[in-house]
């Protein structure tokens, strides 16, 4: 898969680029991709988020700042779980301070602040200055991430609130709102990394703050995986991937998508999961294959 072809910038001039991200699955591929489009287009990227991040960054060149405020949130915090990720990644109040600390010590001249990180996206509302010059990641359809109603909504909205009203911002209704202050800059404010064809709430999107760039594919070096299915095998090839993120039970997705595949007989079925999770998928897996024994299923970790 190629990333898209249409140019993020389109200043002929060198611009300082921030991006700030976090420690999770799918965000983090696309922010390199666009780290590693802007580079090549001439400009200069610094990534900014967590300790854990560094490694992964600094391997594909790319300048690496970790949120000092954030870090030490992240340190001292001793909640775990899903309780863990809403007070040290998405709601963070830390973000309130990294990001205008790094903001006046980097001067960046544009900014690129992950979608779900609310703290940051706070910290850039109180800012006219830093509205001016940033850009929100959507780094999957707008309509899957955070719907309204949907399930991120209910674990994090009322996190998000104490803390804008603490940030002395006003609540919010729906978490689409958090991005409602690039709605009155220029147009294409929004970067989503996919296509709307794939996202059924577009009808109800503001088209003035979207711009769909995807799809965004970070250039890495070949992985040396060897593909075990013969050169002129002709079956349906399926790729199915579970979310890497423990929080989410992956157990009846797995169920139903063997479920939907129990009617057909020629399959290469590749599966993308974490090692934690993919006996689950194998236990689903065998009592399937008795029904259906010419399919071949690989694991890919």
């Avoid at 799918?26 to 991040?53: C, E, F, M, R, W």
């Avoid at 600094?58 to 992240?74: M, N, P, Y």
């Avoid at 010059?133 to 899957?144: E, F, K, Q």
């Avoid at 104490?162 to 147009?187: H, N």
Wanted: overall charge positive.
């Amino acid at each position: 898969m190629q990333s898209s072809d249409q140019p993020l910038s389109t200043s002929r001039a060198p611009l300082r680029y921030l991006i700030f991200t976090w420690d999770g699955a799918g965000n983090q591929p696309p922010a390199i991709a666009i780290a590693q489009q802007l580079t090549k287009q001439g400009h200069s990227v610094s990534v900014a988020g967590y300790d854990s991040q560094r490694s992964r960054f600094q391997k594909r060149g790319i300048r690496f700042i970790q949120l000092e405020q954030t870090h030490a949130t992240v340190v001292a915090s001793r909640s775990t779980g899903l309780d863990r990720l809403i007070d040290t990644t998405w709601c963070c109040r830390a973000q309130l301070m990294d990001v205008p600390t790094l903001v006046e010590r980097e001067k960046p001249d544009r900014i690129i602040v992950d979608c779900m990180m609310y703290g940051a996206l706070a910290a850039v509302e109180k800012n006219p200055e830093m509205t001016k010059i940033s850009y929100i990641l959507v780094h999957t359809i707008p309509g899957g991430i955070s719907a309204p109603g949907g399930q991120l909504e209910s674990w994090a909205m009322q996190s998000v609130n104490e803390m804008r009203v603490a940030a002395a911002l006003e609540p919010v209704k729906e978490l689409w709102d958090t991005w409602k202050w690039a709605e009155g800059r220029p147009m294409d404010r929004a970067l989503v990394t996919s296509v709307p064809e794939l996202d059924p709430l577009t009808p109800r999107l503001n088209h003035f703050l979207y711009r769909w760039i995807g799809p965004q594919v970070e250039n890495v070096p070949p992985s040396g995986w060897i593909n075990p299915w013969a050169q002129d095998d002709q079956r349906s090839f399926i790729l199915v991937s579970f979310s890497t993120e423990p929080f989410f039970d992956c157990v009846s997705r797995m169920q139903r998508t063997l479920t939907g595949l129990a009617d057909q007989t020629k399959y290469r079925i590749l599966v993308t999961a974490l090692k934690s999770k993919l006996p689950f998928f194998y236990l689903w897996y065998q009592q399937w294959k008795i029904r259906n024994l010419r399919a071949k299923v690989v694991y890919s970790v």
